[in-house]
Each structure stands twice: as C-alpha cells, then as structure tokens.
C-alpha cells in the first residue's frame, strides 16, 4: 500500500481518543490491543517503562503520582490559569511551574524524576492511537499523516500547543477540524440526503471535559457551520469531581478524617464515582462502596439521581448557554433546527438528554451516530476529502467558522475587533489603525481574543513592535493590519505601514509557551529515544517469560527423570537465581534462551 496514501482521523480526547482509517472506500474505527474502540487518554511512567491507554488507566491506584490524564484540560494553557489550578486538586500527578509559565507534569520515569510538558504527553496518546491504525492496516504500514480534532471553541493557543503535539508525535497534521464539523460530518454522511434537501442541524458535545456546540446546515454536499459556541471546562470529569467531593465530606461526617491529602484514597474513590455516575445513566440509585478507602477503614454509601443532579445543578445551569449563543450568533430560530445530534460519552446522562430535548420543545435527538465515534469518524473522512480518495470521490465540502472574536487593543485597552467570532475560515481581514500624537515612531499591535469590550477581559494572544513609521502629524500615518485566519483556524497578524512600504509579518508565535523548531526537534529525538527503552523493556519483559516457560518444561523433565536429572536440577536452579539476582538485557536473555532450548531438545531425545 502506498504508504503517502494514507491518512487517519484522530479524535484526541480529554478522557478517551479513537482513531479510524478510511479503507475501501469507508471509514473504519480501529480498536486498539485491548479490542476497545476507544483508548483512554492516559499515561503512566514506571521504573521500567511507560504505558499508554487501559495499561495506564488500570495501575492508577497503585502508582497514583505517575499516571497522567486530563492533559487536554492543560494544552495551551498557563499555569496561573484560573482553571489550571482548581484541576490540579484533583489530579495526582505533580504539576510545576517551567518557564515562561508553562505547566509542567513532574513525575518519575526509569528510575529518574522527569518533566514533560502536556503536548508531549500529548503527543505519547497520539503516537498510541497512530500505532493502533498501523496494526490495523497491516505490518510494515507507516502513517504519517492526519487529521485531528479540537473542541470549536478552543482558542488559538489551543490549537497551536495540539500541533505541536502531533508534531512531537511526528505526525503531520493534514487539518485541525473542529470535534462539532466531524460529528456534523458523519451525521450527514449517514443520512445520505438527497443534494438539495436542506438540514439544519445542532450539534450538541459534551465529553470529559468540554462542551461545544455547533448549528450546521447541510445542503447538496455542503457542510456550513453558522456558528459555534462552547464552554472549554465542563464536561464529564466535573460531575465526577463534584461527587468526590462530596463524599469525601460524607467521609469526614462519618469518621472525623480527611482522606484529602492521599492521593491514592482520593484516585480509589474517584474510580468509585466515575462508576457511580455511569450506573445512575441507567438506574435510579446506585452504590459507591470502598474496601480499606483510608487507614483502613471501609467506605459504603449511596447516591441516587436526585442527589447527583443537586451535586451538579450549577454545572446542569450552564449545559444549555452554548446552545442559546449558537443559535443567537447563527440567527436561527430554534423551531428551524432539523436534527439534533448528541455526541460525547456525558450526553448519556438523563438530565443532560433532557435539557436538551426540553430546549427543542421536547424533539427527539437523533440517534443515529455513534456518540463515541462519531467525532473519530468525520475526522477520518476529513482525511480521506484532502488525500482525494479517485475511485470513489468523497463529495463533501466543509466550511467552518472561528470560534473566538480577534482584535487589537486602542486606545483606552479597548478591543477593536478584527474578526468577529463566527467569520468563516479561512479569511484574511484589514484594519487601519492612525498614530495618536504627532511624529509617532513607532506602533505597537497588541493582538486580543475574546468576545468582552475591554481587552483586559479578553486573552493577550501577541504583540509587536511597528516602528520607523513615517513621522506626521496625529492621525495622518496609517497602519494596516491584516489578520489571516487559516484552515485550522490558527491566526497570523501582520501590520505594514503602506506609505513607509515598512512591514513587519509576524505569526503570532512569540507567544512564549509555544514550542519552538528546535525544541520539538528536542523532543521528538527524547521520544524516539523512549522508545527504544520501552521496546526494549517489552523484549525484556517477554524474554524473561519465555525463559520462565522453559524452566518450567525442565522441572516436569527432571521430576519426571527422578535421580539422573540433578545436573538439570541445578541449571534450573542456578538460571532462576541468576534471572532474579541480575539487570540483563534481551540479548543476554534470548542467548540464555537458545541454551535452555538446545539443553531441552537434547533431553527430550534422548
Ligand atoms: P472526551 O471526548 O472529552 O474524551 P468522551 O466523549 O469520551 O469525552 O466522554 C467521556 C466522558 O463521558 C467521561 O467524563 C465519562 O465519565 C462520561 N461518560 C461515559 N459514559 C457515561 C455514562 N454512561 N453516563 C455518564 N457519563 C458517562
Ligand atoms: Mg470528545
């Protein structure tokens, strides 16, 4: 297979990622070594290796402050975050401050503490999921290339931390598209509509850790989103953290101790909620029992709907904004909305279903895509649009929108917008900017995102410097900006000042958390180095079983030989104490491997 040929559609989740491929014609989701279609977000570091996916999320409870997850919460983001901070109570994994206020996950790694940034933790699930796609298409497949998918209204920092990361991950990003425009996609793809029906639909995503929320409207193969809107911390991991907290209080009222300080008290009750709060999607009540929860005593107790939904109700209060502002920015009437498709695993929970359907004036939403893979799904075929499947031509044409206002400070730091949220991407868009007093030098462009009046409400997102501006009285020099807004939705800013023909491009790259060239490269050799400590820590683990295996056929033989086995006895023996007294690796493993073989084959002959 032609390897340039390929390309995959990634959904990199906040608590589970799903990858598919397009093959023969249709998308595939590919399950992973487990047989599970979609493949926890996490990863763990051990004295011997690094694991990814169910490995990972199953030794939580032993190795709590080395298993890392919800690093979505954390890309693109600084450490004094707001938000940052109130997650980091619940994550047993150390967060530190790296420079340029970075976040930084600290964590021992091969014997050694290690610092890893949220992109290359990233990049270590990307790399997972691009694996399980590699197996699937068959040995010696290398796929390099792909489509990944953000929640909408991640912003530019956002966008551009995930790229670093599928860049760490050497992988190459085709396109970001938007989580909301892939579901859209694989709900009009299974529809099948007739070209000039006209569909308006709503997609409505609440997973692990965001919602968003997209109006889409679907005509003869054209997929236009009209606007978009979300909230970039809520999701599923919220309700989960509101239900440990409140039974770690229950805890507290029932045996006067705090089990907040153990992490590993608080991860065990955690994974008690996590399965609490799936049981009450299905039934009314359910238990949250812990053996030995903290200096040993059992935790037992119950929770019921009723209370989840009291525990949640400021969280269920912000479940429908979204939905207003989307339809508010696209000027649709609610009662226009054709379909409303649910997509994201917390969309299973009864309130959030019926706040929904309460919106539509009690419309059914759609069940017809796969809320687990549907976002997977239309990344794939995303993939397949841009590699230009010949035979059999992908007719679909997608038109997205920004999620967040751009704009540049003035005078009195007051946001002069650029690009409205909800523009249509790509888009180039001009400003002029004049001095304010007379023979100005020089301007300085703040670049702004966010929808508030002032910019010290909104989010900095770079600044330069224009200067030998032609000197004039104020007002008379101008300054054009233009912002250009790609594909993936990131954005570049230039400024030139057309009389001075003086221009100064700038990609809003100095922004100072953002990875540079040299860094990654950094990076991806330390990855490529992992990996040969983790593969070899694989032939390791497999060697010494198979050694294992052999010595376990030379004691049947000796106990079955009786007394002129004793020289086998004591190679058994001896090779037991030498596999457990020495640091070996696979080549001395396998030699000793090819040994007991030759040893056996030579008994069983004799
Ligand atoms: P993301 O894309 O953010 O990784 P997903 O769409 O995979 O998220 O959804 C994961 C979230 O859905 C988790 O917070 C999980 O607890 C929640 N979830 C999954 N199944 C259920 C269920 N049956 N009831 C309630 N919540 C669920
Ligand atoms: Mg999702």
Redesign the pocket.
Known sequence: MAENRLAIGI?L????SCVGVWRNGRVEIVANDQGNR?TP?WVAFTDGEKLIGEGASNQVASNPSNTVFDVKRLIGRSFSDASVKSDAKYWPFKLIQGHDERPLISVSYLGEKKEFSPEEISAMVLVKMKETAEVFLGPGTTITNAVVTVPAYFNNNQRKATKDAAAIAGLNIMRIINEPTAAALTFSEGRKWSRSEERTVLVYDL????LDVSLVVVKKGVLHVRATAGDTHL???DF?NNMVDHFVDEFKIQNKKDISGDTRAVRRLRNAC?RA??ML?SDARTVVDVDALFEGIDFHSTINRALFEQLNKDLFLRCMEPVETCLGDAKIDKKKVSDVVLV???T??PRVHRLVQDFFNGKEPSKSVNA?EAVAHGATIQAAILMGDKKRDVKVHVIDVMPLSQGVSVKGDVMSVVVPRNTTIPTTKEQIYVTTYDNQPEMCIEVYEGERAMTTDNSLRGKFTLSGLTLAPKGVTKVNVRFQIDEDGILHVSAEDKKAARKKNITIMDDPRRFSKDEIKRMVQEAQRYKAVDEEHKKNVQARNEIDNLLYTMRNTTEKLQHSASGLQDLVDGTKEWLQNNELNSDELDAKKQLLEAIIGQTSTK
């Open positions: 959904d989740g906040t608590t589970y979609t977000s997973g692990g850790g965001t999701g599923g991991e989960t996590e709060k799936r999607s994201g695993g917390s299973r929970i687990d």
